[in-house]
């Protein structure tokens, strides 16, 4: 029993070092493109009134080379599961800004806020400043020497990077009648990529490699206070709080680092079942489950990546049509800067036609609103085409039309929708779905309790032939019944080595294959026979109406629900739906685009007509005008060309982005082997470290997990909000 209790903190930590992975690697691939955003699909959280509110938190850390912070940006998420108009908030930001919304707030004491939320959710961010609960510092050191970052660029040697990470939030509890600090449990995940051109014999302590030929993928795990926590002694086992990189470099320069905090399966672990030791196996094998499930979403992950391969070809397609489309523009504005040198010849000659040009003035204009309603006209058609049922077109309406064309195809309104057309659908099924569970739980409680009442038969069968082969033996070599014998043992008229030679030969006749098959065969016939299999029936059915039964169908039921949405979400047709949106949206919107554009020169062209009139006696300032024309060209001109030279740089580069999308399928396979290694090889470890107090582990196991529950939030929420929060610090570049 003690090593299922260690080996159920051995999966716990598992668990934790398995999630943060799959989020930190997430915000690293998007790092260059944006720096933070709201949260789009953050996970659900379970509110403490019944989910009817909970606030999901991200908070971005942007730090210096060294960790030290710079700028803290908080993105909140308060699901208003139940439609309220009014949600109560409580906040620290400033500079809140709704960013999914219109939705308005206003702000009372104590920091609290309360938005006019019309039965939506909330999405918002601001700034914050506050200490954070982890500190992470970045050290460096060049041949074993201490230097600073802006010191060790160009430089070359052996180099070492270390992130440190000081665990600054705990709580003060009683343990054993002894108040002691839990700090909430972070697991600390850093991730990092380096040039092969520049670092060589990459070695990192409590971590991974990846390395694909081009790059080395550098991932990192600590938890820092974790072993104050658990107590648990370093000569038998070191929970790492900190992660070092060392490596050969030439020309040192370093890309920026990720790395996320959270404390959320700690926070999610159900320690209820823990009351005892003799519950922990059932809890074991949950735990156990649980990881068996991440080792296949780590072969889902990879199963995506090589999707995304395939789909490469498409990218690199349309790269090259805007290679194209650079290259026209930069002869076009060629073009144009010839133009302009005519144009500012001919500035003097325009004079003369500009009283021509006032009689034409409504015939121009006319022909303009004709062209405006020709690709109004077309539009519609386009539309009504790809199946938008919108409303006719104008010159005063299109604009705002096609802006709501857009909003409804926007992607995550279409994955709500399918999300909740398919939570609908599964919901329905609950009572098949409930009945196929209680059919399984059904027989794995009958196996229970048949196996308990056979081993009560063979008890009592066993005790039986026991009586028969004794009298036998004692009827043998005494010559008298067992009672007899029995009342002249305890008389002390049959001396003890008689008394010990009658219990060896009544133990050897016990052994004997006759008494065993005996026993066996009786067994099997009591286990057969109608009033014991009426008996198995009947306990089952006792065990089945009991609430921890009836709490673990309902508990596999939500389970199974909640499977089967993420299965159905996942599918193609859903995937189809939500492509299908994000292609509609960029096709309106290089609609109105057109439109915006022409819409431009429609009106430049009505402002231009009324100025005809009065364009003769401004000709002279016409020439200056046509001057700067001439510069502004040439400026065009060069600011093209630059851009044809770096879509060109684009261009070439795509063979290289196609290299690393392999690169990344072949390296999600190295994870999933890799989190293989972990299950099979860290949880053994970890299981031999902590065999020996399994009550004062598990007293303080359950202390570190409600401490956990208790942070839910960095910038605050309202007392019957529920939640969850995790950290983001991205550290600079060095170069």
């Known amino acids: 029993m003690k090593r299922s209790v260690t080996k159920v903190t051995a999966l716990c930590l598992c668990a934790v070092f398995a999630a943060g992975g799959a989020a930190a690697t997430a915000f690293a691939l998007n790092s260059d493109r ?34 030290s912070v710079q700028k803290i940006i908080v993105s909140d ?8 108009a009014a949600l109560n908030d409580k906040t620290e930001l400033s500079n809140i800004e709704n960013v999914k919304g219109e939705e308005s707030y206003t702000v009372s004491g104590d920091d609290m806020c309360v938005w006019d939320a019309e039965g939506n959710d909330i999405y918002y961010q601001g700034n914050i400043e506050k200490e954070l609960p982890v500190e992470l510092s970045v050290t460096y050191k060049l041949d074993g020497e201490p230097i600073s970052a802006d010191e060790l660029v160009g430089k070359s040697g052996r180099v070492t990077i270390r992130f440190d990470y000081q665990n600054k939030q705990y709580e ?13 449990p972070f697991a600390m995940l850093t991730g990092v990529l380096l040039d092969n051109d ?8 409590n971590g991974k490699l990846i390395n694909d030929g081009n790059r080395t993928a550098v991932v990192g795990i600590a938890f820092p206070g974790l072993q104050e926590d658990l107590a648990i002694s370093e000569d038998k086992l070191k929970i790492p709080d900190y992660v070092e990189i060392t490596a050969d470099a030439s020309n040192f320069k370093l890309d920026m680092t990720v790395t996320l905090a959270t404390n959320e399966l700690w926070s999610e672990l159900d320690t209820d079942g823990f009351d005892a030791v003799s519950e922990l196996s059932d809890s074991m094998e949950e735990l156990t489950a649980a990881t068996n499930q991440l080792l296949d979403g780590s072969s889902q992950l990879y199963e995506g990546i090589a999707v995304l391969l395939e789909k490469s070809d498409e990218l690199v397609e349309g790269i090259n049509k805007l290679a194209d489309g650079a290259e026209e523009l930069k002869n076009g504005a060629g073009s144009l800067d010839s133009g302009a040198a005519e144009i500012n010849s001919g500035a003097s000659e325009l004079s003369d036609g ?15 609103k004709q062209v405006f ?26 604009a705002k039309t096609l802006d709501g064309v857009i909003k409804s195809l926007d992607k995550n309104a279409v994955y709500e929708q399918a999300l909740n057309q398919v939570t609908a659908a599964v919901k329905a099924q609950r009572g098949v779905i409930e009945q196929q569970v209680t059919a399984a739980v059904r027989e794995e409680v009958t196996a229970q309790v048949s196996a308990a009442v056979k081993e009560q038969v063979t008890a009592q069968v066993t005790q039986a032939v026991r009586n028969v082969v004794s009298e036998q033996v004692v009827q043998s070599v005494l010559h008298m019944d067992k009672a007899t014998y029995d009342g002249a043992a305890a008389a ?30 009786e067994t099997e016939k009591q286990t057969a026979s109608q009033p014991i299999k009426d008996t198995v029936a009947a306990k089952t059915d006792e065990q089945m109406k009991s609430g921890d039964i009836k709490k673990t169908v309902s508990e596999q039921t939500e389970i199974q629900i909640k499977k089967i949405i993420s299965e159905k979400m996942a599918s193609d047709e859903v995937q189809a739906q939500l492509k299908a949106a994000a292609d509609g949206a960029k096709s309106v919107i290089t609609l109105k685009s057109s439109l915006d554009s022409y819409n431009a020169f429609y009106l430049g062209l009505q402002s231009y007509t009324d100025g005809v009139a009065d364009a003769a006696a401004g000709a002279a300032k016409l020439k200056a005008g046509t001057d700067e024309l001439k510069a502004g060209a040439s400026q065009l001109y060069g600011g093209a060309a630059e851009l044809y030279d770096g879509i060109l740089t684009l261009k070439n580069s795509a063979p290289a982005l196609i290299d690393g999308i392999t690169q990344l399928r072949d390296g999600a396979m190295q994870l999933s082997d890799g989190l293989k290694e972990f299950n099979e090889k860290g949880i053994q470890k970890l299981v031999d470290a902590v065999n020996g107090d399994l009550n004062g582990l598990m007293t303080r196991f359950r202390a570190t997990r409600d401490v956990s529950l208790g942070y839910k939030s960095f ?15 991205r550290t600079e570049e060095v170069e």
């Open 172 to 184: 003060t509890v009683e343990i054993d009648g002894k108040q002691e600090k839990i700090y909430v």
């Open 715 to 729: 910038a605050g929420a309202s007392e019957d909000m529920d939640g969850q929060v995790k950290f983001i610090y």
């Open 198 to 205: 520049v670092f060589t014999n990459v070695e990192v302590s």
């Open 373 to 398: 309603d020709t690709l109004l006209s077309t539009a519609n058609t386009q539309l009504s085409a790809a199946g938008l049922d919108v409303p006719t077109l104008t010159v005063e309406n299109y």
């Open 77 to 84: 998420w308060i699901k208003n599961s139940l439609g309220s």
């Open 34 to 67: 944006e720096q933070a955003k709201p949260q789009e699909e953050p996970k659900t959280v379970s509110a403490a009134n019944d989910g009817d509110i909970s606030k999901d938190e991200t908070v971005y850390v942007l730090a210096g080379a060294d960790g």
């Open 354 to 368: 500009l009283n021509t040009l006032a009689s034409n003035n409504d015939t121009l204009n006319g022909g303009a």
């Open 492 to 521: 002390g008229k049959i001396d003890t080595e008689t008394q010990k030679k009658i219990e060896a030969a009544i133990e050897q006749q016990m052994k004997s294959e006759q008494a065993l098959e005996q026993i066996r065969t």
